[in-house]
């Protein structure tokens, strides 16, 4: 009997037993097939020989042939429908099973060694072998579970292989980390070294700078003792000064007393009082006057005013009828176009400290200047040539304002005080105190016998000029009132304050007509415009509203921030609002077509802001102490 080894060969049967291994190397054989190749051979198995038996032969008949002469449409449709149903059992039975449901068997023993020497041309072995393998399983020596498998090498190379690229995967994956981690590393070190050697420049700085102060005190403190030499020199040689003077004036005197005496000696007269005061007066007249009598006489020639006004106790009557308001027919005739086109054209450096307020005569072309180094000034438009200085006051300045006829002037002052100047001499006529903190505006009455006036004691104050009194006080404000102006042509009083509502006063009875807010911060200035008709209020944010004063309701709020609003001022016509602002630029707002225009040209803060009469001239006054003009 002949055996022939085939080539193909299932794994499933190949192994008796059937033993099943992990699912992942089923998986792998099952990509790459569920068969293996052997070499064929043949192998002569020595039995008893049958020769003797008899085999029947089979016709090659075909089953599915229908005999003639028995053939109907029934039959036909039923061998049909019966071959399909074997076909498609045969389909189903050779599909390939998938990667779930094929499983790895590994290779047997037997079939391994068989494999091993057919490849190593062993033929003879192989038959021993063979021999001797199947004589064993014939009287059943060898059992089943003695059987080993033997590890499939290539299954296992290949899951070697897949592990090696998914390390190789992983390993790749951890480089770029690492090199990025790397880069990052050397990044926050370089930052580290900036930032390092930024903190130590920054404490050099800081040495140097508290080495130079240090210095500095030392050098200031050194000035010290020879300041204090200085001003008590000087104060002794004012008082010798003053002394030698008196003695002066004394012999003086002395001498034209005698020579008087001597006259009318020789002339025969007697010595009369009268005459000797008239002759003495003229004959000092034709010499030249020292500076102690100048002094004494501008004295009584200041006190004569004073004198004067005490005298005249009673008190001024608020007007009942007043004029009607010249502005509003000026409105009526100007229809010429608002005018928000200006360029520098000057610059007028007046004050060595900010110019804290700047102010129009009513009817000249002067202007005024207040200043933080206690003085005002007079300037003529449009060359700035200084006409008069005034100073009296002993702190800064805060405000001025015109009287109506344009010959006097207020002003006031952080040192709690308003005064009044006659600008014909320059001189101070009248000092109104009763304040208990700064003052910081104040403003005239149409009628020129009342000033008002605004200070960080949150109060108000009416002042009669004639009667030199504080008529009443208007309480109401809970922070400071940092302007007051009257309502052009009445007793009408406005007033801002910190604590961002605007008030509206009747001045004849100091009460508090009506009390607007809107404001979300402090407001630092609140003006009418000429026929007064509107309010327009500027705060510490930047924040400019413009209010109807007839329904007392707010318009319109322009957000100019963050820079504080200093002040704001209307031009003769009403339709244009000038504000000065913290950043130094002076906006304009066209109030019909709602158009800003910056102007910028300050070095520094702009404080106050005022129009020519005609609008032609913008005047504007800032923290560096000039005043510019915009034309």
């Given at each position: 009997?002949?055996?022939?080894?085939?080539?193909?060969?299932?794994?499933?049967?190949?192994?008796?037993?059937?033993?099943?291994?992990?699912?992942?190397?089923?998986?792998?054989?099952?990509?790459?097939?569920?068969?293996?190749?052997?070499?064929?051979?043949?192998?002569?198995?020595?039995?008893?020989?049958?020769?003797?038996?008899?085999?029947?032969?089979?016709?090659?008949?075909?089953?599915?042939?229908?005999?003639?002469?028995?053939?109907?449409?029934?039959?036909?449709?039923?061998?049909?429908?019966?071959?399909?149903?074997?076909?498609?059992?045969?389909?189903?039975?050779?599909?390939?099973?998938?990667?779930?449901?094929?499983?790895?068997?590994?290779?047997?023993?037997?079939?391994?060694?068989?494999?091993?020497?057919?490849?190593?041309?062993?033929?003879?072995?192989?038959?021993?072998?063979?021999?001797?393998?199947?004589?064993?399983?014939?009287?059943?020596?060898?059992?089943?579970?003695?059987?080993?498998?033997?590890?499939?090498?290539?299954?296992?190379?290949?899951?070697?292989?897949?592990?090696?690229?998914?390390?190789?995967?992983?390993?790749?994956?951890?480089?770029?980390?690492?090199?990025?981690?790397?880069?990052?590393?050397?990044?926050?070190?370089?930052?580290?070294?900036?930032?390092?050697?930024?903190?130590?420049?920054?404490?050099?700085?800081?040495?140097?700078?508290?080495?130079?102060?240090?210095?500095?005190?030392?050098?200031?403190?050194?000035?010290?003792?020879?300041?204090?030499?200085?001003?008590?020199?000087?104060?002794?040689?004012?008082?010798?000064?003053?002394?030698?003077?008196?003695?002066?004036?004394?012999?003086?005197?002395?001498?034209?007393?005698?020579?008087?005496?001597?006259?009318?000696?020789?002339?025969?007269?007697?010595?009369?009082?009268?005459?000797?005061?008239?002759?003495?007066?003229?004959?000092?007249?034709?010499k030249p006057e020292g500076p102690t009598q100048k002094a004494i006489r501008e004295a009584r020639e200041q006190a004569r005013p004073k004198i004067k006004l005490k005298s005249n106790t009673k008190d001024s009557k608020f007007p009942i009828n007043i004029q009607p308001n010249p502005d509003l027919y000026f409105y009526k005739e100007n229809i010429s176009p608002p005018k928000t086109e200006y360029k520098l054209s000057n610059i007028?450096?007046?004050?060595?400290?900010?110019?804290?307020?700047?102010?129009?005569?009513?009817?000249?072309?002067?202007?005024?200047?207040?200043?933080?180094?206690?003085?005002?000034?007079?300037?003529?438009?449009?060359?700035?040539?200084?006409?008069?200085?005034?100073?009296?006051?002993?702190?800064?300045?805060?405000?001025?304002?015109?009287?109506?006829?344009?010959?006097?002037?207020?002003?006031?002052?952080?040192?709690?005080?308003?005064?009044?100047?006659?600008?014909?001499?320059?001189?101070?006529?009248?000092?109104?105190?009763?304040?208990?903190?700064?003052?910081?505006?104040?403003?005239?009455?149409?009628?020129?016998?009342?000033?008002?006036?605004?200070?960080?004691?949150?109060?108000?104050?009416?002042?009669?000029?004639?009667?030199?009194?504080?008529?009443?006080?208007?309480?109401?404000?809970?922070?400071?009132?940092?302007?007051?102006?009257?309502?052009?042509?009445?007793?009408?009083?406005?007033?801002?304050?910190?604590?961002?509502?605007l008030s509206i006063w009747d001045a004849r009875m100091g009460c508090c007509a009506q009390s607007l807010y809107g404001h979300m911060h402090s407001i630092n200035d609140a003006t009418f415009t000429a026929r007064g008709h509107m309010i327009a209020s500027c705060d510490t944010c930047g924040v400019t509203k413009i209010w109807d004063f007839r329904k007392l309701l707010p318009m319109v709020s322009i957000d100019i921030g963050p820079?504080?609003?200093?002040?704001?001022?209307?031009?003769?016509?009403?339709?244009?609002?000038?504000?000065?602002?913290?950043?130094?630029?002076?906006?304009?707002?066209?109030?019909?077509?709602?158009?800003?225009?910056?102007?910028?040209?300050?070095?520094?803060?702009?404080?106050?802001?005022?129009?020519?009469?005609?609008?032609?001239?913008?005047?504007?006054?800032?923290?560096?102490?000039?005043?510019?003009?915009?034309?």
């Amino acid at each position: 009997m002949k055996r022939t080894l085939s080539g193909p060969r299932p794994l499933d049967v190949a192994a008796g037993a059937g033993f099943m291994a992990a699912g992942e190397t089923a998986e792998a054989v099952a990509a790459e097939g569920a068969y293996y190749l052997e070499q064929l051979s043949e192998v002569t198995i020595t039995e008893a020989s049958e020769d003797d038996y008899q085999y029947d032969e089979v016709s090659e008949q075909d089953d599915l042939s229908i005999p003639e002469g028995d053939e109907d449409l029934t039959k036909a449709l039923q061998m049909i429908q019966e071959k399909k149903e074997d076909t498609n059992i045969l389909a189903q039975k050779t599909v390939m099973p998938t990667k779930q449901s094929l499983s790895e068997v590994p290779e047997v023993v037997e079939d391994f060694l068989c494999n091993f020497l057919i490849k190593m041309g062993m033929t003879r072995t192989l038959n021993c072998f063979q021999n001797e393998w199947y004589e064993l399983i014939q009287k059943g020596s060898l059992k089943t579970p003695d059987v080993r498998f033997v590890p499939d090498v290539y299954t296992q190379n290949m899951l070697l292989d897949s592990e090696n690229k998914s390390l190789k995967k992983d390993l790749k994956r951890y480089k770029d980390a690492a090199e990025k981690a790397r880069e990052d590393l050397l990044k926050a070190q370089k930052e580290r070294d900036f930032h390092r050697m930024h903190h130590k420049r920054i404490v050099q700085e800081k040495n140097s700078l508290i080495s130079d102060l240090k210095g500095l005190k030392l050098h200031y403190a050194s000035y010290e003792p020879t300041i204090r030499v200085l001003h008590d020199r000087h104060h002794i040689l004012l008082r010798q000064k003053m002394l030698t003077s008196l003695e002066r004036d004394k012999a003086v005197g002395q001498i034209i007393g005698l020579q008087t005496t001597l006259r009318n000696l020789e002339t025969g007269h007697s010595l009369q009082v009268p005459e000797i005061r008239v002759g003495h007066r003229c004959d000092r007249e034709d010499k030249p006057e020292g500076p102690t009598q100048k002094a004494i006489r501008e004295a009584r020639e200041q006190a004569r005013p004073k004198i004067k006004l005490k005298s005249n106790t009673k008190d001024s009557k608020f007007p009942i009828n007043i004029q009607p308001n010249p502005d509003l027919y000026f409105y009526k005739e100007n229809i010429s176009p608002p005018k928000t086109e200006y360029k520098l054209s000057n610059i007028f450096r007046l004050h060595e400290l900010p110019v804290s307020c700047v102010a129009i005569h009513p009817r000249k072309d002067i202007l005024v200047s207040c200043s933080e180094d206690h003085h005002w000034k007079m300037v003529g438009i449009p060359k700035g040539n200084v006409i008069l200085t005034g100073c009296g006051h002993t702190d800064w300045l805060s405000g001025c304002c015109f009287h109506p006829s344009g010959t006097k002037l207020a002003t006031s002052s952080g040192d709690t005080t308003v005064k009044l100047w006659d600008l014909v001499k320059g001189d101070c006529i009248l000092t109104l105190g009763g304040h208990s903190h700064a003052v910081w505006s104040c403003t005239w009455h149409s009628c020129g016998d009342f000033v008002a006036s605004s200070s960080l004691d949150t109060t108000g104050k009416v002042w009669d000029v004639n009667s030199e009194r504080c008529r009443y006080t208007l309480r109401g404000h809970t922070d400071s009132v940092n302007s007051i102006e009257f309502f052009p042509f009445s007793n009408t009083l406005l007033t801002s304050s910190a604590d961002k509502s605007l008030s509206i006063w009747d001045a004849r009875m100091g009460c508090c007509a009506q009390s607007l807010y809107g404001h979300m911060h402090s407001i630092n200035d609140a003006t009418f415009t000429a026929r007064g008709h509107m309010i327009a209020s500027c705060d510490t944010c930047g924040v400019t509203k413009i209010w109807d004063f007839r329904k007392l309701l707010p318009m319109v709020s322009i957000d100019i921030g963050p820079s504080p609003g200093n002040e704001v001022a209307f031009d003769s016509s009403g339709r244009v609002l000038a504000q000065a602002s913290g950043n130094g630029v002076i906006h304009l707002l066209d109030l019909k077509s709602g158009q800003i225009r910056k102007l910028m040209g300050h070095e520094s803060e702009a404080h106050s802001v005022v129009f020519s009469h005609d609008r032609e001239i913008l005047f504007s006054g800032g923290s560096d102490g000039t005043v510019r003009t915009w034309s």
